[in-house]
């Protein structure tokens, strides 16, 4: 490095350096810390600060011309940590990796540089009383803060959504911002060199804040991004959901007008007929027209057309489905949502009893009550096939088509019930799948 700026203001120390490293990966190890049980990640990330401090005081043994070696070496030590520890993919512990890195130097630089303005002998590099308290401080408050900040921007359950070119400009952002903080310390005669003391760390100081609030912005816009299409996903099945309830809707008042008519063609014909050879075979068929002119009677007429259509998918593969609802209840729910919640927790439930070989098995429970202050919709099924369900309550599929699109039946209904300020649990115990909406009453 510059010799003239070694001399004139002391590198911040090995072992600072090595702790700050170590205090970035921990901040996003912490952040996605539900993913790897603790037994396994803590042993890792406690391994982790030895090493680091031991790459550190190595590559304060090297020449400047294996400089950069060295700190490549601290960040791929840095990037095990996070992908051991933290149980990352390959792609999203790099990503991590270099967020913590340009973390973990933006705080090393600002406390030294503190240390450095509060010390009455700049040229003591040794680790006094007073610049230990400075220390301490300066990690407490920046890494908590960072925490802070990024807790929100991460899932604790799901790995990160990370493409390439994502990757790919979180590492060169990194490197770029490396680069520019310690350019002083490489050369003071470059046009974007500092050539003062304390100017030369207020200037890493900077290029590093603006380094990590670059990186958090993309963050925060990738994450935005993906609860948009996630939405917009929603919104297309409620969509899809309101276009089957009028089809079925209309498919409903259909059967029942042919229905009707049949009815009195069967009598036409019995007053025309001898009965006796054919009485019995004209009685089977009459209750065949009974049995698809049957009508749900709730109290409200969106969900008898949902549970009417439903009625002639549970006699076509034998379940055996149940309802008690009060549908005067839904008075206040729009169609739409209506249709969505219902179609999408039926749709479910059928998929699920549609396989299992037996018949007594295909079981589908709904209720439709009230309870104190809240509405209480539940239905349950039997399933007899291992359930995905992550940490977050999230239902995911274990179908190959649609591995991506996983989930958002259960989160189109929690969608809806959030929307009436109510929650929507799942609960799966002794092969009963259960589905629980609770909505305040208005």
Known sequence: MNDT???????????YTAISEWLGCVVYLSVI????????????????????????????????????????LAFGCMYLIVFLAGGTGKREGLYLTARAFVLAELVASLHWQLVMFASADSRNDGIAWPSLGIVLAAYAVCFSLAWLA?????SRTKPTSTQISTVVATVSIAIVTFAMSNLSFVSTNTPFSGSIGQEVF???????????????????????????????????????????????KENVETLGRITHD???????????MDPQRVSAGFEQLETSVQHYGMQQHSGNPVLDVILTSKAHTFAEHAITFT???????????????????FGNALDNAIE??????????????????????????SVENYFDSPLNIDNEGNLRTTKRRGAGRHGFGVKSIQHIAHQYGGEATIRATDHWFTLTVLLPRR
């Open 5 to 15: 700026l070694t001399n004139a203001l002391p590198n911040i120390p090995r072992l």
């Open 33 to 72: 810390n539900q993913r790897v049980p603790l037994h396994r990640s803590v042993p890792f990330a406690i391994v982790g600060l030895p090493v680091l401090v031991v790459v550190q005081y190595l590559d304060g043994m090297m020449s400047i011309a294996f400089w950069i070696f060295g700190m490549l």
């Open 150 to 154: 990024e807790r929100d921007n991460f």
């Open 202 to 248: 207020y200037i890493r100081t900077l290029v590093d804040f603006c380094g990590f609030a670059i990186l958090y912005a993309q963050q925060e816009q990738s994450r935005q991004l993906a609860a948009n299409i996630e939405l917009a996903s929603i919104e297309t099945r409620l969509q899809s959901q309101h276009h089957e309830y009028l089809q079925s």
């Open 262 to 272: 049949l009815k009195h063609q069967i009598i036409a014909l019995r007053a025309e």
């Open 323 to 341: 309802a008690v609802a009060d549908g005067k209840l839904l008075s206040g729910m729009s169609s739409m949502d209506i249709a969505t919640l």
């Open 352 to 377: 699920a009893v549609s396989p299992i070989g037996d018949a007594q098995r295909r079981l589908i429970r709904l209720a439709l009550y009230a309870r104190n202050q809240f509405i209480v919709i």
